[in-house]
Structure formats: structure tokens, C-alpha cells
């Protein structure tokens, strides 16, 4: 597991020609865990980031100057919902995804208003959302679906 941090890293606006490397990266993020559940399909991962692709709610990752990852934080009823998240595996486990998390969670809780997210069963991702204080809503044997409650402004997060 890496220890050191990625220093240099930033947010910037999807746009529609990033959509190949997100799907890429998915298809390689998703795939040990996919694959445990018996659930890979080469190209049904790729298609299902490409079918619900909204780039206005999407940001890319780059790391010292290279694409590493993307987040998408879309509206969605009474609050958001957080979707493709991923990043690079080199790059996981150094604290970006952990201060990007905390950071996007900030905002939603500046406008009060709860996030969603379903994470497979077994992923180890989902340590990473409970330690930023999503909490179980209901599971199926693929999916945990968690919800994140607003916190008050001076409640802290651990990350």
C-alpha cells in the first residue's frame, strides 16, 4: 500500500471528450470486484458509465498533470447523488480520494442536503464512505446503497 501523497492534485469540469478514459478507468477499477460477484462483462462496464454520463455534474481528477480519476455529483430528489468515483489504483490510498471526498461533502453540507451512493457488496471502497459517515439504507446481494446525512458546518469529518 503507498504511503506517500500525490502533492499536486485538482478538480476540473468534465467535458464530453473525457468520457473514454472514465469508461476505461472504471472497466479497470471495478473489475476485481466485479468479477467476485461473478457480475464482469467487458463491455456492459464501459456501457454503463457511457448511458448515464452527465458531464455538467462530473470533474475530473488529475495528479501531478495527468488525468487520475473523476467523481459525479448529480442532483437527485431531496439531495445528490455521488456516482463514478474512481480513481487511478497507482494513485489510491495516498489521500486523494479521501480529501476529494471530504471536500465534495462540504459543499452538500453547506446546502443541507443529504448524499446517496451504492457501493458492490464487498468493496473495499466502502470503508472510505462509512469513515466520512454514509451509513447503510438497504443492500441486495450485488449493492449497498448508504446515505450521508448534512452535518452542521462545525461537526468535523475524519478522513
Given at each position: 500500500m503507498p504511503t506517500s501523497t500525490v502533492q499536486a492534485w485538482s478538480l476540473r469540469p468534465a467535458t464530453a471528450e473525457d468520457l473514454d478514459v472514465m469508461a476505461e478507468l472504471r472497466a479497470v477499477v471495478m473489475r476485481p470486484d466485479l468479477e467476485r460477484l461473478g457480475r464482469y462483462d467487458e463491455h456492459r462496464v464501459r456501457q454503463r458509465l457511457r448511458d448515464s454520463y452527465v458531464?455538467?455534474?462530473?470533474?475530473?481528477?488529475?495528479?501531478?498533470?495527468?488525468?487520475?480519476?473523476?467523481?459525479t455529483l448529480r442532483p437527485f430528489e431531496d439531495g445528490r447523488v455521488l456516482e463514478n468515483f474512481y480513481l487511478d489504483p497507482a494513485l489510491q490510498g495516498r489521500g486523494i480520494g479521501g480529501a476529494l471526498l471530504a471536500g465534495l461533502?462540504?459543499?452538500?453540507?453547506?446546502?443541507?442536503?443529504?448524499v446517496r451512493l451504492q457501493v458492490l457488496q464487498g468493496s473495499d471502497a466502502?470503508?472510505?464512505y462509512e469513515r466520512?459517515?454514509?451509513v447503510l439504507e438497504r443492500e441486495d446481494a450485488v449493492d449497498?446503497?448508504?446515505?450521508?446525512?448534512?452535518?452542521?458546518?462545525?461537526?468535523?469529518?475524519t478522513s
Open positions: 458531464p455538467e455534474h462530473t470533474s475530473v481528477v488529475e495528479a501531478d498533470g495527468a488525468f487520475a480519476g473523476c467523481v461533502l462540504a459543499c452538500t453540507d453547506t446546502e443541507g442536503v443529504p466502502r470503508r472510505l466520512h459517515g454514509f449497498v446503497y448508504m446515505v450521508r446525512a448534512p452535518r452542521d458546518r462545525g461537526m468535523p469529518v
